[in-house]
């Protein structure tokens, strides 16, 4: 996805396959007993059994996830460990390893060119939108950050189609002057 970079050697060698994600990526590993998958993303590992996931861990986020599509997924962290089934996910951060039942197609929706979201809040999805546009964002009022939205948005090549249909079903109002989106509540 935007912002992010995967690191892999150029053959796997060895008795394992190891690569290291900075930000977030989707993966469809086949499962080899015999050469297991790992993912290394900040300080947490994904060790792989067969599976299609998400890892989503950036910076400018509050706790780096791991979302579950499709087979099995051992997550490790110090000295927490979790094994994963479909439409479930590991929230990581300082302190916390906590697991949960999510709609993965809510997380892995961006690999097919949309965004969907479910009671999310605009704060979350400004965020989303401003890193795969490349802009920086500022809410002039700070409580529209908590407005919850529900819905799915096409990836626009141009930005402002997506605020247009936000604007419709929501009250707040975009102005984008340059890189930087300005977020408001609308005038009555």
Not at 9 to 38: C, M, N
Not at 89 to 112: K, N
Not at 134 to 157: A, I, P, V
Request: charged share 30%; proline share 2%.
């Amino acid at each position: 996805n935007s912002e992010s970079a995967l690191r892999y050697p150029i053959y796997f060698t060895g008795s394992q396959r190891e690569v290291e994600l900075w930000g977030e990526a989707f993966f469809e590993v086949s499962h080899d007993e015999r050469k297991p998958f790992k993912v290394k993303s900040g300080d947490f590992e994904v060790e792989v059994l067969g599976t299609s996931f998400d890892i989503m861990n950036y910076t400018d986020e509050q706790c780096a996830q791991v979302t579950l599509a499709s087979g099995k997924l051992r997550v490790n962290k110090g000295e927490h460990h979790a094994i994963i089934h479909p439409n479930q996910q590991v929230q990581l951060g300082d302190d916390r390893f906590e697991g949960c039942e999510v709609d993965a197609r809510y997380h892995t929706s961006w690999i097919d060119n949309k965004f969907m979201f479910d009671n999310e809040a605009l704060e979350v999805i400004v965020r989303k939108l401003a890193r795969w546009y490349n802009m920086e964002f500022e809410f002039s009022d700070t409580t529209l950050m908590r407005t919850r939205f529900s819905g799915q948005l096409l990836k626009y090549k141009d930005i402002t189609k997506a605020f247009e249909l936000l604007e419709l079903t929501t009250d707040v109002e975009f102005s984008i002057n340059q890189k930087k989106i300005l977020i408001m509540r609308k005038k009555s």
